[in-house]
Every structure is written in C-alpha cells, then in structure tokens.
C-alpha cells in the first residue's frame, strides 16, 4: 500500500515507537506522584519532550501545555478565552477555511451570543490582510483565530503579518499550526504576536491523542490566564487537568526532535516529490487535470488535484487497494469541501478534487508505481 494521506495521518516512526515502548511497560510511573524512582523517571520524561517540543517551536519550555491533540487545543483556547475575557467583548475573527475544530467551536460560541465574523479567502484559500485589519477596526474582538497553512490545500496564510497587525490592535492571535509544525521553520520568540498556537502528534510521525498549546507568557514569570476546558488535578499549571499520557508526551517530543532535526532535507526531499508527482501528473493527464493549490507559499508535499472529469470518490475508492488519497480532510468527508467552496470551486470542481499529501518517507519509486496505476 503506497501512502499518500499524511495530511489526515502519519505512520508512527520507529524511533519514536522505540522510545514510548518503555512507558507503558517498566516506567509506568504517575509524573504527579513524588520521591520514589518510577514518578521521577516519568517527571524526567515530560520534562524532556517539554524542551524538546520548545526547541522545535522557538518558545520557552513552560509556554508548552499537552493536550490530548489539536482539537482540543483548538477548543481550549477559543473557548478558554471567550470565557476569561468576556467583560473585554464578545467578538471573535476567523476566516473560512479553519477545520471544524475552530469553525464548530466558533458556532457553539455563536449559539450562546458571541459574534464571529468568517473571514473570505482569495483563489488559494488565503485571507486579505486588509480585510482582516478592517474587520479588526470595525468589530474590536477579542481574539482572532486564523489557520496557518491549510490542511486541504497547502496555502500559508501570512502569519508574521497577521500576528504583527493582532499585536498592534492588542488583540490576542491564536493560530491553529497542526500541518505546519515539524514541515516549515517557526520560531516564536521572532513572532512576539502569536499568544496561542495548537498542533498535533500524529501529523508528524507522533502518536495520536497527543498535541500542544503553546501559551505565551504575558510578561517574564506572568501567565496568560485562560479558563481551562478540564478542571481536576491542576496538571499543565492548572491549564489542562488530567493525568498525562506520558508514553504519548514522549512520543510527540522524540517526534518533534525528528522534524527539528531533519526540517532542511525534509523540506528538499518533499519539494522534489512534489515537483516530480506534478510532472508525471501533467505528463500523464495534460489539460484534465488542474492543480487548486498555489505552487507558491505553501506546505511541502500537500498537492489539490482536479481530475476533469471524474468522480473523485470513484477513483479513490479504485485506486484504495493500492493507494491511500482522500477527497479532502479527513474529517468533513462525504461533505463537500468547504475549503474549496470558500476558494471559490463549483460543486463539480470540488467532487472532481483529490488531495494527494506526501511525507518525506515516501519515495520516487512510490511515485512511479503510482504512474503506473
Ligand atoms: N487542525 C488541523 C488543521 C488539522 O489538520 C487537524 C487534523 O486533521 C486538526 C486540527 C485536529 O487535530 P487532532 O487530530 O490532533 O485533534
């Protein structure tokens, strides 16, 4: 099976796998409990993948919450704010083309009387910084919520100048970072206007159930306060109870040293697969098909292709014996994209879209066979 799907999901490295196996057999310890070995072995662990998940993003160790995924982040922060400042207002900017982590989160704030304004998206899934700034000027919120590359399409949106314009209007930017942590350099001590950042495990070698939300401290040793989603046992600082899943938490910390590590040949390597698979695509379909992505500020390795034509769901499913697509996110299918209707696609091009998404595992061979096909 040739899998070209790791935007919805990656395969588990095998050193990361290696190095989770002993926390669910020998070290079992409680990071919480205290004094004997196996609570300390487990504290040291977390501790480890805090940094290591630090370093990949720029920020300070303690700016590093674990959460069960991006989902949760998502939630956490949208939810946690609306909760913690609503005396300061009850507007919240987003844009279009978040996932349904954001997008559902922002309806439910709706039902309960917040106003969201859905920012619109150019040809590429992008937001107009303009009408961001304006939207800004009009409506004061009191966070903004914009995707930084999207998970259908690949587009980045022009974060360093969203955060900077957030910053200016003193309004706090929460970005949901799940496919571009790990795949693009991001350094947030150089990004002061992002407060809120979320990702995930499982998009980048990881396990599943496990992610992040980085939280900027407002000042040196000042937290930002945010009204937790879990209330118990005060783990994360208060922010996130729960006992920590700490054979998870070191998973995603060795997987987030892995992309830290190999980010350059990651980038080179997914930019040459997708170079050729494009060529072979043109080569082999001509005019039928078209690429909705943008070649141009986007995420190495996410392709949106048109297959003029065709049915894309009777092609995957053809094509599934041997080759992991999908016709989107994985979490909207059987609906049609709401990425590509915000992008301006009509229901014919959207049911004709495949989203073909690389890991730099993946290699020329698997490229060839797919030629084949
Ligand atoms: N945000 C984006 C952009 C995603 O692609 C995903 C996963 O598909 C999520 C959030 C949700 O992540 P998780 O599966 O960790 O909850």
């Not at 989902?71 to 919240?92: L, P």
């Not at 930002?224 to 209330?231: A, G, I, N």
């Amino acid at each position: 099976m040739i899998y070209f799907d790791n935007s919805a999901t990656t395969k588990v490295a095998s050193s990361v796998l290696e190095e989770m196996l002993p926390y669910l057999k020998e070290e079992y310890g409680n990071p919480s409990s205290k004094f004997y070995s196996l609570a300390v072995n487990a504290q040291n662990a977390v501790k480890l993948a805090r940094k290591r998940l630090a370093t990949l993003l720029g920020c300070d160790d303690d700016e590093i919450i674990f959460t069960s995924g991006a989902t949760e982040s998502n939630n956490m922060v949208i939810k946690g704010v609306a909760n913690t400042y609503s005396e300061q207002g009850n507007h919240i900017i987003t844009s279009q083309t978040e996932h349904p982590s954001v997008l559902e989160t922002c309806q439910y704030l709706e039902s309960k009387g917040w106003k969201v304004t859905y920012l619109g998206v150019d040809q590429f899934g992008r937001i107009n910084i303009q009408d961001l700034e304006n939207a800004i000027k009009k409506n004061k919120p009191i966070l903004v919520s914009i995707i930084w590359g999207n998970n259908e399409v690949g587009s980045l949106n022009e974060i360093e100048k969203i955060a900077s314009i957030c910053r200016e209007h003193q309004v706090f930017f929460h970005t949901d970072a799940t496919q571009v942590c790990g795949k693009i350099s991001i350094n947030l001590k150089e990004l002061p206007g992002i407060r809120f950042l979320s990702m995930s495990g499982h998009k980048i070698h990881g396990p599943k159930g496990v992610g992040v939300c980085f939280i900027r401290k407002q000042l040196a040793n000042v937290k930002t306060k945010l009204t937790p989603l879990l209330h118990g046992g005060s783990q994360e600082d208060g922010y996130r109870s729960g006992t920590l899943a700490v054979h998870n938490i070191v998973g995603l910390g060795k997987a987030a040293e892995l992309a830290n590590e190999n980010l350059d040949r990651n980038i080179e390597k997914l930019m040459f697969l997708e170079q050729k698979l494009t060529k072979i695509l043109k080569d082999r379909f001509g005019d039928h098909i078209q690429l909705n992505h943008d070649n141009k500020k986007k995420i190495p390795g996410i392709l949106s292709v048109r297959f003029v034509r065709k049915n894309n769901e009777v092609l995957i499913k053809k094509l599934a014996p041997y080759i992991a697509l999908s016709t989107g996110s994985a979490c909207s299918s059987g609906k049609p994209s709401h990425v590509l209707q915000a992008m301006g696609k009509s229901l014919e091009e959207i049911r004709q879209t495949v989203r073909i998404s690389l890991s730099p595992e993946n290699t020329l061979e698997e490229l060839e066979i797919f030629n084949r096909l």
